[in-house]
């Protein structure tokens, strides 16, 4: 970002005291991070205030960005400081000032119960590989906090910026979808993840929707399978220009079919297939849609085969924590997918493990936020099929009562004492996954040979 201490005053409605600053480069939150030449914003909430961090970094900062009751702690510090009414809300105004500067690059932002992250990563690796210069979120940065920093992060001559947004209460994407002002906005797909803080299915819908309403004008949307009948049913109405993969006649959707993992994909008569590291539809379908919105964007400039776009996303890997394979102990496989879970993506995943040869185990914990729905969406996942289970956590006791076989843990720290008793072979393949508030790395260190890196 390159930003005037007047733009940063206009954008935030803000006061500055003491000398003006001719230009502010970057705006951080975390004393951890700070570099000289940073500016300070000073975050406030529930059970800390930012503004108590401000002296560690004050002899290296341009600036210092807080409210009126954190500049009382500052009046030693000499520094120029912009005085806001609420500090969470000005560093989205300045993301949203820079975002206006962008008028170069395409803005893409991501939403959705899952997939994001995955479909975030695919279309990176895509468009590298095509010569695109893509900026994208970092890590788990998609929150009202995450996406100014990723906004803010994006250079002048990107010529993409994918923008994650991730919400779990009502109003947030309201705020990040006014902040970030999508070129093309993608929902990824949605379920009751997030339930609890968005009000039912109904109103995950709804939130999330919000995102199309911020398109700029001549923009469009992307929708995963599903998401266009779901925005009918709640009656919201889509942006004349976009894409469904529920409509395979319309010209700009890759058609897929996964054999093995062999994924066979067609698009206005072309073809072109790559091979998967694993079995997994999910994937599948998380590659023809990106190779959906890359070829709609790239042939509004360039003429671009489905060849060429297929050759960019061979190879891909999947985040940390997302299906990540490592090496197990007495040379079994383990599946690293603990980073999150919903009932959409736990189900995927179990059919993944099913579509593997040998041995095929799970150790599956509690789904977060479900809301009213948790009990339900618990006892109906499908473990039929599988030689061993092992479920952990409170909402996961409901689904082992429906199957005695398998073997149930109140806590993680169950589980390990548990797990680390059990053998496992060669052939075997075992599937961590639940949501990340159980921290099931732990039980990923345990069965893997070697370190694994997880996502934050």
């Known amino acids: 970002m390159r930003l005037s201490g007047v733009d940063i005053k206009r954008a935030t409605n803000g006061n500055w005291h003491g000398a003006l600053p001719e230009v502010i480069t970057s705006v951080v939150t975390d004393t951890r991070n700070f570099a000289a030449g940073d500016t300070f914003l000073a975050l406030r909430g529930p059970n800390f205030d930012g503004h108590h961090f401000a002296a560690a970094v004050a002899d290296r900062a341009v600036a210092l960005i807080g409210?009126?009751?954190?500049?009382?702690?500052?009046?030693?510090?000499?520094?120029?400081?912009?005085?806001?009414?609420?500090?969470?809300?000005?560093?989205?105004?300045?993301?949203?000032?820079?975002?206006?500067?962008?008028?170069?690059?395409?803005?893409?932002?991501?939403?959705?119960?899952?997939?994001k992250t995955s479909l975030r990563s695919i279309l990176e690796r895509g468009f590298t590989a095509l010569g695109v210069k893509i900026s994208a979120?970092?890590?788990?940065?998609?929150?009202?906090?995450?996406?100014?920093?990723?906004?803010?992060?994006?250079?002048?001559?990107?010529?993409?910026?994918?923008?994650?947004?991730?919400?779990?209460?009502?109003?947030?994407?309201?705020?990040?979808?006014?902040?970030?002002?999508p070129d093309i906005a993608i929902l990824t797909g949605m379920t009751a993840a997030h339930a609890q803080g968005l009000g039912g299915l109904a109103g995950v819908v709804r939130e999330k929707s919000l995102l199309l309403a911020q398109l700029n004008e001549g923009g469009w949307c992307a929708l995963g399978a599903g998401v266009s009948s779901l925005l009918d049913d709640n009656s919201i109405c889509k942006p004349l220009h976009h894409l469904s993969m529920d409509d395979e006649s319309c010209a700009d959707v890759v058609v897929w079919q996964l054999v093995g993992r062999e994924l066979l994909m067609r698009w206005q008569g072309q073809e072109a297939a790559m091979t998967l590291a694993l079995p997994a539809q999910h994937w599948a379908a998380n590659i023809a849609f990106a190779a959906s919105i890359m070829l709609r964007y790239l042939n509004s400039s360039r003429t671009t085969g489905l060849a060429e776009v297929v050759a960019a996303l061979s190879g891909w890997q999947p985040p940390a924590g997302r299906m990540k394979q490592c090496e197990g102990v007495d040379g079994s496989l383990v599946l690293d997918d603990c980073y999150n879970a919903n009932p959409v993506s736990m189900q995927a995943a179990i059919d993944t493990l099913h579509a593997l040869d040998g041995r095929r185990i799970a150790v599956l914990g509690d789904m977060a936020e479900l809301g009213e729905?948790?009990?339900?969406?618990?006892?109906?996942?499908?473990?039929?099929?599988?030689?061993?289970?092992?479920?952990?956590?409170?909402?996961?006791?409901?689904?082992?009562?429906?199957?005695?076989?398998?073997?149930?843990?109140?806590?993680?720290?169950?589980?390990?004492?548990?797990?680390?008793?059990?053998?496992?072979?060669?052939?075997?393949?075992?599937?961590?996954?639940?949501?990340?508030?159980?921290?099931?790395?732990?039980?990923?260190?345990?069965?893997?040979?070697?370190?694994?890196?997880?996502?934050?």
């Open 373 to 456: 729905g948790s009990d339900a969406a618990h006892a109906a996942i499908n473990i039929d099929g599988l030689d061993r289970v092992y479920l952990i956590g409170s909402a996961m006791r409901l689904l082992a009562e429906k199957h005695p076989q398998a073997r149930w843990f109140a806590t993680t720290a169950d589980a390990l004492q548990g797990l680390a008793a059990e053998s496992f072979t060669a052939g075997d393949t075992v599937l961590v996954k639940a949501s990340r508030s159980m921290a099931l790395e732990s039980i990923v260190k345990l069965l893997c040979r070697q370190e694994v890196a997880h996502a934050l």
């Open 67 to 115: 409210d009126a009751e954190g500049l009382k702690l500052w009046h030693d510090l000499d520094n120029s400081k912009l005085e806001v009414d609420d500090t969470l809300q000005a560093l989205g105004d300045i993301a949203h000032a820079w975002r206006n500067r962008l008028t170069e690059t395409t803005v893409i932002a991501i939403t959705g119960s899952f997939g």
């Open 137 to 181: 979120t970092r890590a788990n940065l998609n929150n009202l906090i995450g996406v100014p920093q990723t906004l803010l992060a994006v250079p002048l001559d990107a010529d993409v910026a994918v923008i994650e947004c991730g919400i779990s209460e009502r109003g947030e994407m309201a705020r990040l979808a006014a902040m970030v002002q």
